[in-house]
């Protein structure tokens, strides 16, 4: 049910221009829906949808992550590459870390968090939860996550575990 209301509501929000919404657009919308709601059951067979995405203190927890410690740290990563840029003071090489993240979610926001991030690139995560991060000066071969990518992994777990 779920899906179907997410998908209805998506493409009346796509085709809306301000006025009142065409029954002919509405008409296509349920059949858009009804059809994305039995793909997505063939394909996930046994999954649970879960409604904690709609939550209002995750939107804001995420928003106030985005707009604080991300702005922040975006921010020292571009001053740092920057003065490698500069200086060519770099010595990059791909690192291994595991932040223990056990949610898909919570990884998808470190690894996007950390890729996003001048200066690192995540390459792969493997089957153990292992990030492996390309990084433009490797300070210690064993990093912390502090060292690697500040706060992310906290936030990750703090808004998606």
């Not at 509501?9 to 919308?29: F, K, R, T």
């Not at 709609?54 to 992550?65: A, E, I, Q, S, V």
């Not at 690192?95 to 690192?120: E, F, M, R």
């Amino acid at each position: 049910m779920f899906i179907f209301v997410v998908s209805f509501l998506m493409y009346l929000l796509l085709v809306w221009s301000g006025g009142a919404i065409p029954l002919i657009e509405v008409l296509i919308a349920l059949i858009l829906a009804s059809v994305v709601t039995v793909a997505f059951r063939s394909w996930h067979r046994g999954r649970k949808i879960s409604t904690r995405g709609l939550d209002p203190k995750r939107w804001f927890g995420f928003f106030h992550y985005l707009f604080g410690p991300f702005a922040v740290g975006l921010a020292k990563a571009n001053i740092d590459v920057a003065k490698r840029v500069i200086t060519g003071n770099i010595r990059p090489g791909i690192v291994k870390v595991n932040p223990g993240l056990t949610n898909d979610v919570a990884k998808t926001l470190l690894a996007d968090s950390i890729t996003l991030t001048p200066g690192t690139l995540t390459v792969d995560v493997d089957e153990e939860g292992s990030f492996y991060i390309h990084w433009i000066y490797v300070e210690d071969e064993n990093p912390t996550e502090e060292q690697l990518y500040g706060s992310f992994g906290h936030w990750a777990r703090r808004l998606a575990e």
